[in-house]
């Protein structure tokens, strides 16, 4: 069974940081492209980051670009989102996902066939 976890999200003042863990159980995370993406409360699921299969490419959103980095680790099957500088409009429910799509598409989440439940981030002022 294909299985997507998050872990490591919280509460933080603004200008903190937190690490989100992303662990994949039944698919080894390095064949597919992995995608972060947030959705506020009322607001639609947004493109954080991804990194590419195979490969060392990473593509951010315009909002966090600077601010956050991924990273991985084969060996746990798992990739990271390190979040620096956090602001409080980066408060939101943060989800991995996993798919095999071309790169043009890497930022469209109805494009990835795994997800995660996802982890909340909440960022005070």
């Known amino acids: 069974q294909i299985q997507l976890a998050e872990s490591g999200g919280g509460l933080v003042q603004a200008g903190g940081s937190l690490t989100l863990s992303c662990t994949g159980s039944?698919?080894?995370?390095?064949?597919?492209?992995i995608g972060w993406f947030r959705q506020a409360p009322g607001k639609e699921r947004e493109f954080v980051a991804v990194?590419?299969?195979?490969?060392?490419?990473?593509h951010y959103a315009d909002s966090v670009e600077g601010r956050f980095a991924i990273s991985k680790d084969n060996a746990k099957n798992t990739v990271s989102l390190l979040m620096n500088a956090l602001k409080p409009e980066d408060t939101a429910l943060y989800f991995c996902?996993?798919?095999?799509?071309?790169?043009?598409?890497?930022?469209?989440?109805?494009?990835?066939?795994?997800w995660g439940q996802g982890t909340q981030v909440t960022v005070s002022s």
């Open positions: 039944g698919l080894t995370l390095s064949r597919y492209n």
């Open positions: 990194l590419r299969r195979n490969g060392g490419y990473m």
């Open positions: 996902a996993a798919g095999s799509q071309v790169m043009s598409a890497v930022r469209e989440s109805e494009m990835y066939a795994h």
